[in-house]
């Protein structure tokens, strides 16, 4: 079992940022592929940005791509999504998951794909 805490949403103005956290506990991190999704009313989740625990490849939807940066830290077992230059519209709420053994980045950005998943943190960007 995986367990996954959001925390780091709210209010921001456009063109601001934020910082979002999710600690990650439970079975060990080798193996793991983590992922950003977000949900925003009326729409279905959609993924944002994924990582592989080990080695730490990264790869991002188009709408985000140069403006959110996923990181995580092995040492405080917790993945991070820095999001800047925010728009209205990546307003949503945004959830933590994660899978073991998902190899293949071409299917990095379903969320079928995912087994864990965390809560889900708000994130509101004022125009």
């Known amino acids: 079992q995986v367990q996954l805490v959001e925390s780091g949403g709210g209010l921001v103005q456009a063109g601001g940022s934020l910082r979002l956290s999710c600690a990650v506990s439970g079975r060990t991190f080798g193996g793991l592929t983590m992922g950003w999704f977000r949900q925003a009313p009326g729409k279905e989740r959609e993924f944002v940005a994924a990582i592989r625990w080990s080695g730490g490849s990264t790869y991002y939807a188009d709408s985000v791509k140069g403006r959110f940066t996923i990181s995580r830290d092995n040492a405080k077992n917790t993945l991070y999504l820095q999001m800047n230059s925010l728009k209205p519209e990546d307003t949503a709420v945004y959830y933590c998951?994660?899978?073991?053994?998902?190899?293949?980045?071409?299917?990095?950005?379903?969320?079928?794909?995912?087994?864990?998943w965390g809560q889900g943190t708000q994130v509101t960007v004022s125009p």
């Open positions: 998951a994660a899978v073991y053994a998902l190899t293949d980045s071409t299917y990095y950005a379903e969320r079928a794909n995912y087994r864990y």
